[in-house]
């Protein structure tokens, strides 16, 4: 394994375009046309903090993965638990430095600060706190709020909206992936906050055709993604996982449709089909 392959296995970057559309939801929830290269160097920073998050889970995590999934590369020896220590903090670093160049507002700041400690204190307590879920969900609703301040002084109603309906489909994707370990579907209730963003949306489904399009695909997705954990097959747990990943995508882009910019929508919603291609190539649970 080289060691580039390494650092694409622990970063989960299969996973990134759900990062760079809930960028872009932040901004356009904000009511903001910033120009290119500020969407630009925001999504570059946020992808730190992504892959950051996902260098540190596997650090801390290294002790549990030596029992359960010894595949993983710092149990496996391909890379030492210290190295992926230092790249974790040196991506979170860089996150936040490219969010003071880019953004040097108070509130971008504070958001952008709150986001690295999100993801630390999630990477450290996840698995032994009922509260990990929620960790997961809040990283994401700071990173639309962390997009939104860059561009605007202040939080309009629509981001913070915007967030909430990410934070549920989040709380309960994170709830679904926890299942994974356990081999099995404890409850089905917290997979009920799956439809949140489906029940704020359809209003405005039938406002456009890129609105009820992009509504149907997040509703077939969700219920795909339900059939399958209630299933038997073996593999049902990852597969369910990673569609529910990729409908992050959906899930902004039904908020931008929501917002009016159905073209911009239109290519949120592309994220979805480009991370299940990147799953195939880099496994994004």
């Known amino acids: 394994m080289t060691r580039l392959t390494t650092y694409l296995r622990l970063g989960r970057v299969s996973n990134l375009p759900t990062v760079w559309t809930n960028v872009l939801a932040g901004i356009v929830l904000a009511g903001i046309r ?3 290269t500020v969407a630009v160097v925001l999504g570059i920073a946020l992808s730190c903090f992504y892959v950051a998050g996902m260098f540190l889970n596997d650090a801390f995590d290294r002790d549990l993965d030596a029992h359960n999934r010894p595949e993983r590369p710092i149990p496996s020896g391909a890379i030492s638990a210290a190295e992926v220590f230092a790249l974790g903090y040196a991506l979170l670093g860089a996150g936040l430095a490219l969010v003071a ?3 040097p507002r108070l509130g971008a700041l504070a ?3 709150g986001l690295a400690a999100a993801i630390v204190v999630y990477d450290i307590r996840h698995k ?3 509260l990990g879920p929620a960790l997961m969900a809040l990283c994401r609703f ?3 709020t962390t997009a939104a301040l860059a561009v605007a002084p202040a939080l309009p109603r629509p981001v913070v909206v915007g967030a909430l309906c990410l934070f549920a489909y989040l709380v309960g994707l994170t709830y679904a992936a926890k299942q994974e370990t356990l081999a099995r579907l404890q409850h089905l209730w917290p997979l009920a906050l799956l439809v949140v963003p489906l029940l704020h949306g359809l209003p405005g489904a039938a406002h456009g055709v890129v609105a009820g399009l992009v509504y149907l695909a997040l509703l077939g997705t969700v219920l795909v993604a339900v059939g399958l954990l209630r299933g038997t097959a073996a593999d049902r747990f990852p597969r369910a996982v990673a569609l529910l990943i990729a409908g992050i ?3 902004d882009a039904l908020a931008i449709a929501g917002a009016g910019a159905a073209t911009t929508a239109a290519i949120a919603a592309l994220g979805c089909p480009v ?3 990147a799953q195939r190539l ?3 649970t």
Do not use: D, F, I, N
Request: proline fraction near 4%.
């Open 111 to 113: 958001s952008a600060v």
């Open 142 to 144: 700071l990173v639309y």
């Open 249 to 251: 995508s959906l899930v």
């Open 128 to 130: 032994e706190s009922a």
């Open 275 to 277: 991370t299940l291609a």
């Open 101 to 103: 160049w880019q953004a």
């Open 282 to 284: 880099v496994r994004g």
């Open 34 to 36: 910033p120009a290119l």
